[in-house]
Structure formats: C-alpha cells, structure tokens
C-alpha cells in the first residue's frame, strides 16, 4: 500500500461525486430560457392557472382530474358522487413566496391545494388539499343528514409533487389524494382526488407565464436527491485524504524514530 494507491482513491471520490452531481437534477439559475418541449395532453385535460396582483403567472395545474366523494343515504347504503373538473371554474388563491395556495370553485363544491416550499427552498411541493360543499348539494341522491357543511382534508403535509425550483411537474402516472373527515365530521364522507396526466407548477413568478424544465416522475413517484452523490463522492475523498495523512504521520514517526536508533 503506496501514496499512489492513496491519490487514486481520492481521484475516484472527487469525480463520483462531480459526474453524480452534474447527472443530477440541478437548481435553475436565475436566466430565462424556454420551457421544455412537453407532449400535449388530451382535450379533457383543464388548466387551471392563477396570476398575481401584477398579472404574473404563480401556479399553473393542468391535469385531467376526477373527484371521487363516497356518501351514505337514507337506507344506510353507499354511494358515490364521481366529478370531472371542468376548465369552466371560478379560481383564486393565493402567491407567496413560501407558501402560496391555489382555489377551485364549481357547481358548489371547492378544491383547495396549498403548495409549499422545503426549508432549504431548493424544492417546492403540494402540502395538502382539501374539499369543500354542503350535504344539500343536488349531486347527493336521497343523502343522509342533508344540509351539514361538510370539509374532507389530506393528511397533514403529504408531500406530494417535490420538484427542484423553477421546474414544473410532469407524470402520466395516477396521483391519488385521500380525502377525509376532520375532528369535527358528522357524515363520514370520505373521497379521493385523483390528478391524471398531471402537469403542474407553484412559485413560478415568471413574467413570460410559461412552463418551467419538466421534472419527469419516476414509475414509483419518487425523486433523486441531488445532494447524496456529491456527499458521497467528498465522503470518499475525505475518508483518503485522511488515510493519506495518517499514513504521513506514520512514515514521520518510523524514520525519525529510526534515526534517534542510529545515533545512540
């Protein structure tokens, strides 16, 4: 075991963690270049977009969405009410720059989805939905309890959608949203927002109201953590850097202990 063996350790840590990084989804510095080139999704695709008070887009959500709302009725036997949002909607909301939230309002029921930022801001994502609308609403065929104001929620910070900033979500895939009952429930509604084909972005701020680079989902949902190859590439050149110098240390020790040898 020589210093050459040493300096190839370190040379192979440095370049797995600068190739790993560069093949890494990165931050999108602050130039504005073209949107990626997408695939079109199908006519029953809506877009919903909500622009600031200067009239810039902050969130876009294109996605061929169905809400799937489970009732009972008056025999106690279940149903379902199926609702495919249409491009026809009242939208409003909110943009901020952390947090920001974006309203759907038709034939008296409301989606909500707020959009969030990691703590780093390198990520933004969907952190929870929720729906709205009354027991009384015609949709519900002969339902139990009528005239209740009802609310169903998603878990508390679900992390859905996590995209690098500036970058918008794309997937083919079927994101369902589980929807129930807070604390204060009296109907055990639940649903299920399911978002198909679904492109979507928050925090865009972007004056040319375009679609950022597309940050594709992966078969499972799941995204790349942009940090763990460059960690791990410095963990390797460390971890030679400092078996070099404890070698360095040795070999300083064993000549002079062998020279204090000599001169006895």
Same mark, same amino acid.
């Given at each position: *075991?020589?210093?050459?063996?040493?300096?190839?350790?370190?040379?192979? $840590?440095?370049?797995?963690?600068?190739?790993?990084?560069?093949?890494?989804?990165?931050? %999108?510095?602050?130039?504005?270049? /073209?949107?990626?080139?997408?695939?079109?999704?199908?006519?029953?695709?809506?877009?919903?977009? =909500?622009?600031?008070?200067?009239? @810039?887009?902050?969130?876009? @959500?294109?996605? !061929?969405?169905? =809400?799937?709302?489970?009732?009972?009725?008056? #025999?106690?036997? /279940?149903?379902?009410?199926?609702?495919?949002?249409?491009?026809?909607?009242?939208?409003?909301?909110?943009? $901020?720059?952390?947090?920001?939230?974006?309203?759907?309002?038709?034939?008296?029921?409301?989606?909500?989805?707020?959009?969030?930022?990691?703590? $780093?801001?390198?990520?933004?994502?969907?952190?929870?939905?929720?729906?709205?609308?009354? +027991?009384?609403?015609?949709?519900?065929?002969?339902?139990?309890?009528?005239?209740?104001? @009802?609310?169903?929620?998603?878990?508390?910070?679900?992390?859905?959608?996590?995209? %690098?900033?500036?970058?918008?979500? =794309?997937?083919?895939?079927? +994101?369902?949203?589980?929807?129930?009952?807070?604390?204060?429930?009296?109907?055990?509604?639940?649903?299920?927002?399911?978002?198909? &084909?679904?492109?979507?972005?928050?925090? *865009?701020? &972007?004056?040319?109201?375009?679609?950022?680079?597309?940050?594709?989902?992966?078969?499972?949902?799941?995204?790349? !953590?942009?940090?763990?190859?460059?960690?791990?590439?410095?963990?390797? #050149?460390?971890?030679? @850097?400092?078996?070099?110098? $404890?070698?360095?240390?040795?070999?300083? *020790?064993?000549? /002079?202990?062998?020279?204090?040898?000599? *001169?006895?």
């Amino acid at each position: *075991m020589n210093l050459e063996f040493f300096s190839i350790v370190i040379f192979i $840590g440095l370049i797995s963690g600068i190739t790993s990084q560069s093949l890494s989804t990165k931050r %999108p510095s602050g130039k504005t270049g /073209k949107a990626a080139k997408t695939t079109p999704f199908p006519s029953t695709s809506a877009l919903y977009r =909500l622009n600031n008070q200067n009239g @810039v887009t902050c969130t876009l @959500v294109e996605s !061929d969405a169905l =809400l799937t709302i489970h009732y009972f009725d008056k #025999a106690g036997q /279940k149903k379902d009410v199926n609702m495919y949002l249409p491009d026809q909607v009242d939208i409003k909301g909110n943009c $901020g720059e952390d947090e920001s939230s974006l309203i759907v309002t038709h034939e008296g029921f409301t989606m909500t989805l707020w959009f969030a930022k990691t703590p $780093g801001r390198e990520r933004w994502y969907l952190r929870n939905s929720e729906v709205t609308y009354s +027991t009384s609403n015609p949709k519900f065929e002969n339902i139990y309890r009528p005239g209740i104001d @009802v609310r169903l929620v998603s878990a508390e910070n679900s992390y859905y959608f996590a995209t %690098p900033a500036g970058r918008s979500f =794309l997937c083919a895939n079927d +994101t369902v949203v589980n929807l129930s009952g807070d604390e204060d429930d009296r109907t055990g509604h639940t649903a299920e927002l399911s978002l198909r &084909k679904v492109h979507v972005q928050a925090f *865009m701020f &972007k004056k040319k109201n375009a679609w950022g680079p597309d940050f594709i989902c992966s078969a499972t949902g799941t995204y790349r !953590d942009e940090a763990a190859p460059l960690y791990t590439g410095l963990t390797l #050149a460390f971890a030679g @850097v400092g078996t070099i110098a $404890g070698y360095g240390v040795y070999r300083y *020790m064993k000549i /002079k202990k062998f020279q204090y040898g000599t *001169m006895a």
